[in-house]
């Protein structure tokens, strides 16, 4: 199973990363730098959620209702002549139900790192947040999941089982950020990839290489 900053690498990834750029005319390197720090914590958070029995039938009636993967099927399409309000108000319903109240740290802490201002980066969230559920409505059709345990599993294989306690903790401190701003500071060194042992790979290793362009 693929992890999620792996996808983005792909061709998928790619064509994700430049329609979504194009969509929200933001550039293509800066909305690449939101999505590898968006995507893990937007499917930690899930991870969470899906973590009591109502979360996670929650997530498997969306899946299978309405995220199944087939928005994937014409990315051409979604992104060629401007992306479709109603994918907006979508990606606006499934972000304030996934983070709550958490919403606007995290696009904060997101922002300050990569160079943007909240309301871009809320921008290319609610366009990606689609995506990123017909991501896992494709993996979950593909793995046959079907009750609550395969789903944690899917979303703890999807974000990488080897994780680093640096990344761990960084996805766990921006979540439990209170929207003051005050997270900013204490993950400011995972997120670029500055403890030891953590520049070679995974979240902080690739959002320090982003950066380090």
Do not use: C, W, Y
């Not at 921008?123 to 979950?140: D, Q, R, Y």
């Not at 766990?172 to 997120?191: F, H, K, R």
Request: aromatic share 2%; charged share 20%; no cysteine.
């Amino acid at each position: 199973m693929a992890g999620i900053l792996d996808l983005l690498n792909s061709d998928l990834g790619k064509q994700i990363v430049s329609g979504v750029a194009g969509s929200t005319g933001t550039d293509s390197s800066k909305t690449g730098s939101v999505l590898t720090m968006a995507l893990p914590v937007l499917m930690k958070a899930m991870e969470r959620n899906a973590s009591t029995p109502e979360g996670a039938q929650s997530l498997q009636n969306a899946l299978e209702k309405k995220h199944d993967g087939s928005i994937l099927d014409n990315l051409g399409g979604l992104f060629g002549g401007g992306v479709d309000e109603s994918v907006k108000q979508d990606g606006a319903g499934i972000l304030g139900h996934i983070l709550g109240a958490k919403q606007s740290g995290v696009e904060q802490v997101i922002g300050q790192k990569s160079g943007l201002d909240a309301g871009s980066v809320g921008n290319i969230l609610k366009v990606a947040a689609p995506l990123l559920m017909g991501i896992l409505g494709k993996e979950k059709k593909q793995n046959n999941v079907s009750n609550s345990n395969d789903l944690t599993s899917l979303l703890g294989g999807m974000l990488g089982g080897n994780n680093t306690k640096n990344e761990q903790s960084f996805l766990e401190q921006i979540l439990d950020s209170d929207g003051d701003g005050s997270v900013v500071d204490d993950v400011a060194g995972m997120l670029l990839g500055g403890n030891k042992g953590n520049s070679g790979g995974g979240i902080g290793g690739m959002i320090g290489g982003l950066f380090g362009k």
